[in-house]
């Protein structure tokens, strides 16, 4: 018997049918498959072309030997929660550790977004923060990010935000993405500060620093001080990125310790399975990684974008680890081209960005080939 899709949509809540499922950089094997290609490269997710410390490899590997695939890993995450108070100088009671930074976000928004509340974010922001609104039925209330021709084009404008906040009294939440996915875009330390001091105290402001380490020193933001003067103030970092462990997903919050107690509350009991933890743990260890990350993606970045400047390209100012690039004209027939020369980047469409595409720096080889590939795209 056939099911009737109406009664299947029937009851489901108007959030949910809202929702646009989240589109993600396509992975090697599908455009392997789809177009037959056996040399792939994958510039789409802002993963770490380096891969992950041999110290990650070599703690999965003991972890596995021992044989303990069949128990439940450690639910309060004791010893990553210990490494990580001693990095950040911080009380483990403030720290929550999730599924990916993601699952944060996530956590934030189920405690508190909701119907007649509403959830603060630039235009032009990570995919994932309209996405958590929404399926807590929350308005997403989008604030006018920098015009194109600013020298900051289509980053957050954290004045625009406080006037917004200033003439709404239904948002309890606000997500910063600092430097911002997908511009690359960043604000400075007197820009947030300016913000939070103006923010109400039962507004909770998640500052999303998933890109942090690649920004240059001068130009980084260090908002862990601050915690103590703002407690509704939540920074989340992620192991996705520079520690090059998207596989495994490990993400945390830094926050109030009442925040983290909420959080807490929200969470699957082992959201965090032991592989991640273990290998968030090997990966924190190796800082030595971490800098000869930052030493390639900086110089790459530089290199990158004075080339497709050259190119006549509009390149965004970016402090994260790509570029986003416009064509001035729609980009998906160049994002076509460099599928076939088995390139992927992201299409930012559905950011509405059409004209734009955005390149996760590689390594010298891997951003020579994408150069080498757009150059035909180009020509064609
Ligand atoms: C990649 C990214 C994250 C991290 O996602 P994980 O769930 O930790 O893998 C968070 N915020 C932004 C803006 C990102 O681009």
Request: charged share 20%; glycine share 8%.
């Amino acid at each position: 018997m056939s099911t009737e899709p109406e009664s299947l949509t029937r009851n489901v809540l108007p959030g949910i049918l809202g929702i646009q499922a989240y589109s993600p950089g396509m992975p090697i094997d599908e455009l392997q498959r789809r177009l037959g290609l056996a040399d792939v490269i994958k510039l789409a997710s802002n993963e770490n072309p380096l891969g992950a410390s041999p110290r990650v490899r070599d703690a999965l590997t003991l972890s596995v030997g021992h044989g303990n695939l069949a128990l439940y890993p450690d639910g309060s995450g004791f010893r990553l929660k210990q490494k990580l108070a001693a990095y950040h100088d911080i009380e483990p009671s403030r720290i929550t550790l999730g599924n990916g930074s993601n699952d944060l976000l996530e956590f934030l928004s189920r405690i508190y977004a909701g119907p007649g509340r509403a959830v603060m974010f630039s235009d032009f922001a990570f995919a994932v923060y309209p996405l958590a609104a929404q399926a807590q039925h929350a308005q997403s209330v989008i604030v006018p990010a920098y015009p194109a021709d600013h020298a900051m084009a289509y980053g957050h404008d954290l004045e625009a935000f406080a006037r917004t906040l200033a003439g709404r009294g239904d948002v309890s939440l606000v997500f910063i993405a600092n430097p911002n996915n997908p511009t690359g875009t960043w604000i400075t330390p007197q820009q947030i500060l300016a913000f939070l001091e103006q923010v109400p105290p039962q507004v909770i402001v998640a500052l999303d620093e998933a890109y942090w380490d690649y920004q240059d020193p001068a130009l980084r933001t260090d908002a862990r001080p601050w915690l103590e003067r703002f407690p509704n103030l939540v920074i989340t970092r992620t192991f996705s990125k520079i520690y090059g462990i998207a596989s495994l997903r490990a993400g945390y919050a830094l926050s109030h310790a009442t925040v983290a107690d909420l959080l807490n509350r929200v969470r699957q009991p082992f959201n965090n399975n032991n592989l991640a933890l273990v290998a968030a743990e090997a990966a924190l260890d190796d800082q030595e990684f971490v800098r000869r990350s930052i030493q390639l993606n900086t110089a790459e970045r530089e290199r990158l974008a004075e080339s497709l400047r050259q190119r006549g390209l509009k390149v965004l100012p970016s402090q994260a680890n790509f570029l986003t690039v416009g064509f001035g004209r729609d980009a998906a027939p160049i994002h076509q081209g460099l599928l076939e020369r088995g390139v992927i980047v992201r299409p930012m469409g559905s950011y509405g960005l059409p004209q734009f595409l955005r390149v996760t720096l590689g390594t010298t080889a891997q951003n020579d080939r994408f150069l080498q590939a757009l150059d035909q795209s180009l020509s064609t």
